[in-house]
């Protein structure tokens, strides 16, 4: 059971370039989110969706942006990537309404992104 | 706005000790309270799910509580183990199950 899958696992941009932080789940989860992890900031809330075709913004959303075509997939794209974006990405998913399992949440491996 | 605070910052214990992480929430209004770990250079693996009702839980050696009228859950973690050491993050779920808030975690070091 793969679980959920991030790729890349690195990647180095130029400031100004765009990229897509790819995120898979195969948990059939409703619920899907991106957190960026710096040191000191703790994990804090970037994107999330709870639906295929649903999308809202979290704590950090400026600069990225997300969709959610299938239930699987949510993608993070950079649309121009700054230093500021430095950082460790976070896919996570879980059920939305599943008895006692509702709002467990699952994380990939991550994706550090260092941009230059 | 939920804010998640946790003492200690880090930790430092010698084999076989047991030990409390403590971790507070200003917004009682939760739907469950998470305890993650996380080894360096690696993704969160979820320990212990509480839901809002529920008053603990038991994972082997974990033992996890929740008082949520006074926003506060505790990590025990009974004969530390080396393999134990790592950063431990509680984090909580607002009633509308959509966002997850994170404390800074406690770094834990177990010496053999």
């Known amino acids: 059971n793969a679980g959920v899958t991030q790729t890349p696992k690195f990647q180095v941009l130029k400031t100004g370039q765009s990229m897509t932080l790819q995120c898979a789940q195969d948990m059939n989860h409703e619920y899907m989110s991106w957190y960026r992890q710096d040191p000191g900031m703790g994990l804090r809330l970037i994107h999330y969706s709870v639906g295929a075709g649903i999308t809202d913004q979290g704590e950090v959303p400026n600069g990225y942006n997300v969709s959610r075509s299938t239930t699987e997939d949510f993608p993070l794209r950079l649309l121009s990537a700054a230093p500021s974006q430095t950082s460790v990405y976070f896919c996570?998913?879980?059920?939305?309404?599943?008895?006692?399992?509702?709002?467990?949440?699952?994380f990939g491996e991550g994706s550090r992104l260092t941009v230059l | 706005k939920q804010e998640v605070t946790q003492i200690p910052a880090a930790l430092s214990v010698p084999e076989g000790e047991n030990l409390v992480l403590n971790c507070s929430f200003t917004d009682s209004a939760i739907y469950n309270l998470q305890w993650f770990r996380q080894d360096p250079g690696k993704g969160l693996t979820s320990l212990l799910l509480?839901?809002?009702?529920?008053r603990e839980q038991t994972s082997g050696r974990l033992n996890a509580s929740l008082d949520k009228s006074s926003g506060r859950s505790t990590l025990y973690i009974a004969a530390s183990q080396p393999g134990d050491s790592a950063t431990y993050l509680c984090a909580v779920l607002d009633t509308g199950r959509r966002a997850l808030t994170f404390g800074s975690g406690t770094r834990l070091q177990v010496q053999p």
């Open positions: 509480i839901q809002s009702s529920q």
């Open positions: 996570a998913s879980s059920f939305r309404d599943r008895g006692r399992r509702t709002g467990e949440l699952f």
